[in-house]
């Protein structure tokens, strides 16, 4: 699970650009190109007048355009305002060895290739990301942040962090091979909320789930949609402690992750449960969240050791693991109430599976139908 915590405070002076003749005035489309020129004139890929992406956004008026021509840029790009960020066919940007940005007094684990930092009404479209040491694109402290048709491959967290942030949407993306999972939907930095992660493919990533909405803090993860992607093979790295198609959970004392909705998703060959919520010690706020109308076939492909606590303190697993292919997985030492229905879930041993601390976990199921399912309701007590 992404458990890096982010304080994240000023982001001006992260970086800075010296000017040339191209940046001497702001316009509202620049082009970036490997052959560009400072004397170019700006008005196509042909005619680009930056060979930096960082220079080029600088120079565009907010609310502006900057267009990324096909070619291969080294470098991490950061938006801080309303803007545009389109890449055409064949833009591809390798963040391998860039320097980790330190926002505000933390300093990231790794390079990400794009990063919108407290700005709203930003488009990211387009690109190519490959080998950031953390995340391929970071959405962080922001709001009306649109992530589209982008392919992330083989970074060091995620594909796309959507992080303190809100009504942002993460759409028609690939992310694959990535070590940490595809979709991050936390609140490292602040509040989460709002935001979809939506009609993309996460698959491969071998150290993490495929879309993970996580309380990482007190500040809460709460009324996001995840609905309609494809997500397998992703968490089936055994000493990752494996990973979900989709995971709601925390481990964090008294946080809350809530009224989140999993819709019309297409889940199987996963590490753990195809859809899997951990409330993992007690005091902590995972009501609401609905499980509607997704594809399940087999998961659980490790087992799920689950491990729940009686206490926010005890260092004692009380929960008895689930070794057995499984869809669906709520387990919580607190008290939950989660919705489950209409899902049709496939060649499993357990089609729905609860175990709790007591008797904490209460679902409403209904409209499930089960195929080549040994037992289509399991539940466990524990304590």
């Not at 809530?258 to 195809?274: E, K, P, R, S, W």
Request: hydrophobic content about 40%; proline content about 3%.
């Amino acid at each position: 699970m992404h458990n890096i915590p982010i304080a994240l405070g000023a982001v001006a002076g992260l970086l800075a650009f010296g000017a040339t003749a191209a940046q001497a005035s702001a316009v509202t489309t620049t082009y970036v190109s490997p052959s560009g020129s400072s004397r170019g004139f700006d008005a196509s890929c042909s005619t680009a007048g930056y060979t930096d992406i960082n220079a080029a956004i600088a120079a565009t008026s907010p609310g502006g355009t900057v267009v990324v021509c096909r070619g291969n840029y080294r470098t991490q790009a950061i938006v801080s305002k309303p803007l545009n960020l389109i890449g055409r066919r064949g833009a591809v940007i390798n963040a391998k060895g860039q320097p980790p940005l330190t926002l505000g007094t933390t300093k990231l684990p790794g390079s990400i290739g794009i990063g919108v930092l407290q700005a709203n009404n930003v488009r990211v479209h387009g690109f190519k990301v490959v080998h950031a040491g953390f995340d391929a694109i970071l959405v962080a402290l922001s709001s009306h942040v649109s992530v589209s048709r982008n392919v992330l491959l083989h970074n060091g967290d995620v594909g796309v962090d959507i992080n303190g942030s809100s009504w942002s949407r993460a759409t028609r993306n690939i992310s694959k091979y990535n070590a940490g999972g595809g979709f991050l939907i936390a609140d490292d930095i602040g509040p989460t909320s709002h935001n979809m992660v939506a009609w993309n493919v996460a698959s491969h990533n071998q150290g993490g789930c495929g879309v993970i909405v996580a309380g990482h803090s007190t500040a809460g993860v709460t009324d996001n949609l995840v609905a309609h992607n494809l997500l397998t093979y992703n968490g089936t790295l055994k000493s990752s402690g494996g990973g979900a198609g989709v995971v709601i959970a925390t481990e964090v004392p008294g946080e809350t992750v809530a009224g989140n909705t999993v819709m019309g998703n297409v889940i199987y060959g996963n590490g753990i449960a195809g859809v899997t919520i951990h409330a993992h010690i007690p005091g902590q706020h995972l009501n609401g969240n609905r499980i509607i109308g997704n594809w399940i076939g087999t998961n659980n492909t490790i087992g799920d050791s689950i491990q729940l606590a009686t206490s926010p303190t005890s260092k004692k697993d009380v929960a008895v693991p689930d070794t057995r292919t499984t869809g669906i997985l709520v387990g919580s030492a607190s008290p939950i109430w989660v919705q489950i229905s209409h899902n049709r879930i496939h060649r499993n041993h357990y089609g729905v599976f609860l175990e709790g601390v007591g008797k904490v976990v209460h679902a409403s199921l209904h409209g499930n139908h089960f195929r080549r399912v040994a037992k289509h309701v399991k539940r466990r007590i524990v304590s």
